[in-house]
């Protein structure tokens, strides 16, 4: 037994740990269950400790808001708020701003309760608050007399309005209202003694007994003087009746609007006290009055409506008042500037920003600006030259006895541009003016030269310097006269007159002046728009002498062209006459003279043939002659193109005939078949192909081939002549058409150059052109382009 014990426990040792394995699985997770709830239950512990805690903070801030919310409305005023969640709040006693009766919201009824003035003056207040954030204060009138403080401001993300009756705002001294009401005349005279506005006491029957240093002090502002016992009236007696007898048996404070010249707007405020009443006068806009605080404050309710960028600082360097031109200027947003901001604050922004002029020593340089504190007269700082380009002028001035200081800024950069663009202009205008070779003198309208040229003391003889001292047109004349004895100062005299005319209708002269010594000036008087008067002088003797000799020369040529004209028609009628005779007699010789030898019948043909020539050219310098006159006219009609080429051979055989042997012309003519209608001048057309043949007969050795090939391009006509002679160089392409004889060619080369000249003539009036080029290896080839249907040209012509 003691053997297998041993054994029999390892084998239960086993058989336990086997089962006590999901026995501690099990008890595993249970307690990590437990430990999970008990996490769970301390965290939902803890969230609604933080709901009770937030709640009792919710409902701790209710209740402040609450609290506020029920001192506001137990004054005896309403505020009015403007919030993004929804329609404006109210809170206060609205009786005390509406007529008894009225509900709460009927504050907003403004037509209601309020004059209609007034009524659209707080409408326009409140939308420029709402929409641009200005704040305001205003005094109204309501329907039943009363007079209402309207104060309204940004804050927040909203706007508000506070209305209030007059006597009860701030301004008003609250220790002057509680005096008043208790009924104590001594407490009411020591409050008196202390206030910086104006204030008195009356008695029982209305007389002063009392007034501070401050009423005292506007009294003396207005001319009026007196005492502290026996104070003056401030009103006139009509008003002072009136106000006086408002006041008799009321037993409120009563509120009187006036205004005192050149001091401003007023409120005066008269309480019921024992044994009579106190007033009180109070500035509307918290003007300065004498003894008053004379800081700042005085333009707040001015430097908003300006343009010009101003902003305000007090002793302390703490900004005090701006409007919306400075904050522009420096791009300032609605968060940062706020009353009460330091000046080095606002400096150090705008150089972190990059907004201020370029400085090694910044520190130094804002020392140096802050001076304007400590002076006692405005000052101009050197203009601040900015990164982004601007210029800014700054002027710093005192703001008041109580120290402080007033800054205008301006930005001049565009002025600076204007004024440099002007000196650039005006340079520009000097230079331009002294570089003319016309004499320029400009008048004031007191008769004064205000601008002149060097070239005006030239041409007058006058000192350059006399000139510099703008002297009056009577000096001028005097000093003139001594240049030019003879007439300089009648000359000046006379311009005189065109100068000191004011007449507003008057027009602008000119004219030319003849001097004594031979000058010839063209002047011109100019009204500029300024009233002055500008003056100019050419000298035109040199081109008025050019001008003479031109006009005798042209006049010449017109007379040498009429002589030339009448020359050359008598001459052609004068040798037309001899030549019928000489070819009729050469015919006669040729036909009845009876028989002839050889030689003889070559000479009658070189007779015939030349006269034939001389016709030729007579008839050519005739048309000439008609063409330069302009009496030259196109006769159009349909043509026969084979029977033009007849009459143009016929005059070429006449012209060359076969004498002693020569080659005859080898004319070969190529005619396209279908040609269209031509219409031309039948006489002219034959004129051109004669006098080109002509040239190509002359240019040809003897024998040598002339082509004349006529077809048609379209709306054209092309007459093409090609020959065989010398050819064309490039220099008689381009005179082919103005080509004269040449002496240095002979025998039947000479006299081309009028046919051409007629040829040229009688294309162009025809509407067509004519074009020369060379043929290889050797001749020539001229083009001329007719239009089909000439009449059209002719026309036109």
């Known amino acids: 037994m003691l053997t297998a014990v041993p054994a029999l426990a390892q084998g239960t040792s086993t058989a336990s740990f086997a089962g006590a394995a999901p026995l501690a699985v099990a008890i595993g997770a249970g307690a990590f269950a437990i430990l999970a709830m008990i996490s769970v239950r301390r965290i939902l512990s803890q969230a609604r400790i933080a709901r009770y805690k937030s709640a009792e903070q919710v409902a701790g801030l209710r209740a402040l808001v609450d609290e506020y919310e029920a001192l506001l409305s137990g004054t005896r005023e309403v505020t009015v708020l403007w919030t993004d969640t929804g329609a404006p709040k109210l809170l206060g006693q609205a009786a005390a701003i509406l007529p008894i009766g009225r509900q709460p919201e009927s504050v907003l009824n403004l037509q209601s309760w309020l004059t209609d003035a007034d009524a659209?003056?707080?409408?326009?207040?409140?939308?420029?608050?709402?929409?641009?954030?200005?704040?305001?204060?205003?005094?109204?009138?309501?329907?039943?007399?009363?007079?209402?403080?309207?104060?309204?401001?940004?804050?927040?993300?909203?706007?508000?309005?506070?209305?209030?009756?007059?006597?009860?705002?701030?301004g008003a001294e609250p220790e002057l209202v509680a005096a008043a009401a208790t009924g104590d005349g001594r407490s009411v005279r020591a409050i008196l003694t202390t206030l910086s506005k104006p204030a008195y006491l009356r008695d029982h029957s209305d007389a002063l007994i009392y007034a501070n240093d401050a009423y005292l002090a506007l009294a003396k502002s207005l001319g009026k003087t007196g005492s502290q016992s026996k104070p003056p009236e401030l009103l006139e007696a009509t008003r002072l009746a009136q106000h006086l007898s408002k006041c008799r048996g009321v037993s409120e404070p009563t509120v009187l609007p006036l205004s005192f010249k050149g001091k401003g707007d007023f409120e005066l405020v008269?309480?019921?006290?024992?044994?009579?009443?106190?007033?009180?006068?109070?500035?509307?806009?918290?003007?300065?009055?004498?003894?008053?605080?004379?800081?700042?404050?005085?333009?707040?309710?001015?430097?908003?409506?300006?343009?010009?960028?101003?902003?305000?600082?007090?002793?302390?360097?703490?900004?005090?008042?701006?409007?919306?031109?400075?904050?522009?200027?420096?791009?300032?947003?609605?968060?940062?500037?706020?009353l009460g901001l330091d000046e080095r604050a606002i400096l150090d922004k705008l150089r972190t920003e990059g907004m201020l002029p370029a400085q090694v020593n910044y520190h130094s340089w804002r020392d140096e600006h802050l001076k304007s504190y400590g002076r006692t007269k405005p000052h101009e700082d050197d203009p601040w030259h900015l990164p982004d380009g601007r210029t800014i002028k700054v002027i710093s001035a005192p703001a008041g006895a109580s120290g402080g200081v007033i800054y205008v800024f301006d930005d001049?950069?565009?002025?600076?541009?204007?004024?440099?663009?002007?000196?650039?202009?005006?340079?520009?205008?000097?230079?331009?003016?002294?570089?003319?070779?016309?004499?320029?003198a400009v008048f004031g309208t007191n008769g004064r030269l205000t601008l002149s040229n060097p070239r005006l003391s030239a041409l007058w003889k006058l000192p350059t310097n006399e000139l510099g001292k703008n002297p009056h047109i009577d000096e001028i004349a005097e000093a003139s006269g001594r240049a030019i004895p003879e007439d300089g100062a009648a000359i000046w005299r006379d311009l005189k007159r065109g100068i000191i005319d004011l007449n507003p209708t008057r027009s602008?002269?000119?004219?030319?002046?003849?001097?004594?010594?031979?000058?010839?000036?063209?002047?011109?008087?100019?009204?500029?728009?300024?009233?002055?008067?500008?003056?100019?002088?050419?000298?035109?003797?040199?081109?008025?002498?050019?001008?003479?000799?031109?006009?005798?020369?042209?006049?010449?040529?017109?007379?040498?062209?009429?002589?030339?004209?009448?020359?050359?028609?008598?001459?052609?009628?004068e040798l037309r006459s001899p030549l019928t005779n000489i070819i009729g007699f050469a015919d006669l010789l040729a036909t009845e003279a009876g028989a002839l030898n050889e030689r003889q019948t070559a000479y009658v043909d070189y007779i015939r043939a030349s006269s034939v020539t001389l016709g030729v050219l007579i008839d050519n310098i005739l048309d000439l002659a008609s063409v330069d006159a302009g009496i030259a006219e196109l006769r159009p009609e349909p043509l026969d193109v084979a029977?033009?080429?007849?009459?143009?051979?016929?005059?070429?055989?006449?012209?060359?005939?076969?004498?002693?042997?020569?080659?005859?012309?080898?004319?070969?003519?190529?005619?396209?078949?279908?040609?269209?209608?031509?219409?031309?001048?039948?006489?002219?057309?034959?004129q051109v192909l004669y006098n080109l043949l002509s040239n190509a007969a002359r240019f040809s050795p003897p024998g040598g081939e002339i082509?004349?090939?006529?077809?048609?391009?379209?709306?054209?006509?092309l007459f093409v002549i090609e020959d065989e002679g010398p050819g064309l160089t490039d220099e008689m392409k381009s005179a082919i058409l103005t080509r004269l004889d040449n002496p240095g060619v002979t025998g039947r080369q000479?006299?081309?150059?009028?046919?051409?000249?007629?040829?040229?003539?009688?294309?162009?009036?025809?509407?067509?052109?004519?074009?020369?080029?060379?043929?290889?290896?050797?001749?020539?080839?001229?083009?001329?382009?007719?239009?089909?249907?000439?009449?059209?040209?002719?026309?036109?012509?």
Request: hydrophobic share 40%; proline share 4%; charged share 25%.
């Open 120 to 170: 659209e003056r707080l409408a326009r207040l409140l939308e420029d608050l709402r929409v641009h954030g200005h704040a305001f204060a205003a005094s109204l009138n309501t329907l039943d007399g009363r007079l209402i403080r309207a104060n309204g401001w940004v804050h927040g993300s909203g706007t508000a309005m506070r209305l209030r009756p007059a006597f009860l705002q701030p």
């Open 270 to 338: 008269e309480f019921p006290i024992e044994g009579g009443r106190a007033g009180l006068f109070r500035p509307l806009h918290e003007q300065a009055i004498g003894v008053v605080d004379d800081s700042a404050t005085h333009i707040s309710g001015i430097i908003d409506t300006l343009g010009t960028p101003i902003a305000i600082f007090n002793a302390k360097r703490e900004l005090v008042q701006f409007n919306q031109a400075y904050a522009s200027l420096w791009n300032f947003g609605r968060g940062f500037l706020t």
């Open 412 to 440: 001049i950069t565009e002025r600076l541009k204007l004024e440099s663009t002007n000196k650039a202009f005006s340079n520009v205008q000097r230079e331009t003016i002294n570089a003319l070779s016309e004499a320029v």
């Open 508 to 573: 602008d002269t000119t004219g030319r002046i003849n001097r004594s010594d031979g000058r010839l000036l063209d002047y011109a008087i100019t009204r500029l728009p300024d009233g002055q008067t500008m003056m100019t002088f050419l000298d035109v003797t040199e081109s008025a002498s050019y001008s003479k000799v031109l006009k005798e020369r042209n006049d010449a040529l017109v007379a040498a062209d009429v002589l030339k004209d009448a020359f050359v028609e008598n001459v052609s009628y």
């Open 643 to 686: 029977l033009l080429v007849d009459k143009a051979r016929a005059g070429l055989s006449a012209s060359f005939p076969e004498i002693s042997g020569e080659k005859p012309i080898n004319l070969v003519v190529d005619i396209d078949p279908h040609l269209p209608e031509f219409i031309a001048d039948g006489t002219r057309i034959v």
């Open 707 to 717: 082509r004349l090939s006529i077809s048609h391009r379209g709306e054209r006509m």
């Open 750 to 797: 000479r006299g081309a150059g009028l046919g051409l000249a007629i040829v040229k003539t009688f294309v162009n009036l025809h509407g067509g052109t004519i074009s020369a080029e060379k043929r290889e290896p050797r001749g020539s080839k001229i083009i001329v382009s007719l239009p089909r249907d000439s009449s059209m040209s002719a026309v036109a012509e």
